[in-house]
Structures are given as structure tokens and as C-alpha cells.
């Protein structure tokens, strides 16, 4: 079992910044991919990034490449999801996950959750 709790979230107006944080704990951190996952209102949860447990692989959706950064701290049982030049529909819940793979379908699943945390883009 892995415990993860989000935090970071909040009002930011556009263009600016924010830097997520998930701390976990229960099974060995440095072993999982971990990854950040997305929902806006009244549309579905999509993928934002992963990262590969030793930290040397990361990948991210389209969309987010080069203006989100996705990092680990194994010694803290951290990763964190820097976010630069926020757009407004940045906006959403964000989620995340550990385990995080990916299927032979595209897309990506995580097997454990955390309960997200908000993040407000204003214009």
C-alpha cells in the first residue's frame, strides 16, 4: 500500500507559477514511477507527467512539455510538479499517483491516488 497526500494547489493569476508536492509513504518511494495526473471541471482526468523511480526518466504530455517540470526527492518520499506559465485551462484538480504506467491502450494508470489538491488559473 502507498499513502499519498497533495499539496501546493491554489489561486494564481495567468502566466504564473506554482510547485506542487506529493509526499508518500508506505512502499519502498524509490522504487515506483510516480506521475501527476489532471482533471478539469466537467472533463476527465488526463496524464500531466511520470517519472521513473531513480528520478533519470521523465515524460509528459504534449501540452505541458517545457512549461511543467516534474522532479523526485527519494530521501524525503517527495515528488513535486513545478508548473511555470500557467494558462487558464491549467485549471483543475491535480492527482497524484504511484505505480503509474503505461497501458497498451495509451493511456496511463496509476494503482494508488491521492485525493488531489486545486489549482485555480485566473485571468
Known amino acids: 500500500q502507498v499513502q499519498l497526500v497533495e499539496s501546493g494547489g491554489g489561486l494564481v493569476q495567468v502566466g504564473g507559477s506554482l510547485r506542487l508536492s506529493c509526499a508518500a509513504s508506505g512502499r519502498a518511494f524509490s522504487t515506483l514511477f510516480m506521475g501527476w495526473f489532471r482533471q478539469a471541471p466537467g472533463k476527465e482526468r488526463e496524464f500531466v507527467a511520470r517519472?521513473?523511480?531513480?528520478?533519470?526518466?521523465?515524460y509528459y504530455a504534449d501540452s505541458m512539455r517545457g512549461r511543467f517540470t516534474i522532479s523526485r526527492d527519494n530521501a524525503k518520499n517527495t515528488v513535486y510538479l513545478q508548473m511555470n506559465s500557467l494558462k487558464p485551462e491549467d485549471t483543475g484538480v491535480y492527482y497524484c499517483?504511484?505505480?503509474?504506467?503505461?497501458?497498451?491502450?495509451?493511456?496511463?494508470?496509476?494503482?494508488?491516488w491521492g485525493k488531489g489538491t486545486l489549482v485555480t488559473v485566473s485571468s
Open positions: 517519472i521513473s523511480g531513480d528520478g533519470g526518466y521523465t
Open positions: 499517483a504511484a505505480d503509474v504506467r503505461r497501458a497498451s491502450s495509451g493511456h496511463y494508470l496509476g494503482d494508488y
